[in-house]
């Protein structure tokens, strides 16, 4: 397909979006209703594997499922869906591939633990990849430099709290490599780049996102591909047009940033994170 098409494509979708968003303004669809409306246009950016009715059924659920995604802009929540689509995933749902997460008004697309594993999987780069919860009981060590060694035996029986989290990558060409992160630094992180970080799945599925976020840091280090990398890079993202390849969509974080930044601050002497958080230096 070429980029003509493409471009054609995303313009019809966002006329129709444009047209639709001012009937929800003046009190006339809901966003329910603005899903349904939108499926012809939608039709035409989903992927082959993913009927309109199925992507309308699986938004439909969504909204039902977090009533905040009812305020999100439509473009927004409609954006987020999409690439959850495109890649494959079904958001909000137990399988924990994906999620849709209102912030202020706008819907973000965040990648689940279980997505990524799955992108990963299907690159045909990895051969195996996992991560890991390490508890205060385990007997765990680990080492970086030039003969780097990760050691980690599970405690037979109360293994008391989460204290670190590692993932581990090995590419279908043999390379392989490791990243570490204690709770502290996965916190610190996630306050300062995860605009959700105070509702959804950072609070019900707290170990599941840390080892996301560890596994994302990983994966800096492997050979993987350009398409791959993109699919990665979507995490986190919020977007208001629509294409039948979403991960060439600008990323629209930038308008929130400005607010965001400015929400938490670290105690220097106590290491309390109090609002922005400084990022935690990688021990890689």
Not at 34 to 54: D, N, W
Request: a negative charge; hydrophobic letters at 35%.
């Amino acid at each position: 397909m070429n980029g003509q098409t493409v471009n054609n494509k995303a313009t019809s979708i966002t006329k129709a979006a444009e047209s639709a968003v001012e009937g929800k303004k003046k009190g006339n669809i809901t966003l329910k209703d603005y899903v349904v409306s939108m499926q012809g246009e939608i039709a035409k950016a989903l992927p082959k594997v993913m009927t309109p009715e199925r992507f309308t059924r699986i938004a439909l659920s969504a909204i039902s499922s977090n009533k905040k995604l009812a305020e999100c802009t439509p473009q927004s929540f409609l954006a987020a869906m999409m690439n959850a689509a495109q890649l494959g995933l079904e958001p909000n749902t137990p399988l924990g591939q994906a999620y849709l997460i209102p912030y202020k008004s706008a819907c973000t697309f965040q990648l689940g633990y279980k997505g990524l594993i799955d992108l990963a999987y299907r690159s045909g780069e990895v051969k195996t990849i996992m991560a890991q919860t390490v508890y205060e009981n385990d007997e765990f060590d680990f080492e970086f430099g030039l003969t780097p060694k990760l050691h980690h035996v599970p405690a037979k029986s109360n293994r008391g709290n989460p204290v670190w989290f590692y993932a581990v990558f090995k590419t279908v060409n043999g390379g392989e490599g490791f990243e570490v992160m204690s709770v502290e630094d996965v916190k610190a992180h996630a306050k300062k780049y995860s605009k959700s970080y105070s509702d959804g799945p950072w609070q019900t599925n707290f170990e599941e996102m840390a080892k996301k976020t560890v596994l994302k840091k990983a994966l800096k280090y492997a050979p993987i591909k350009t398409e791959f990398v993109r699919q990665i890079e979507t995490d986190e993202t919020i977007k208001s047009d629509i294409s039948d390849d979403m991960t060439l969509v600008p990323n629209e974080n930038e308008i929130y940033e400005a607010e965001v930044e400015n929400e938490y601050s670290v105690d220097q002497e106590t290491g309390e994170v109090k609002g922005k958080a400084a990022d935690q230096p990688s021990l890689l």
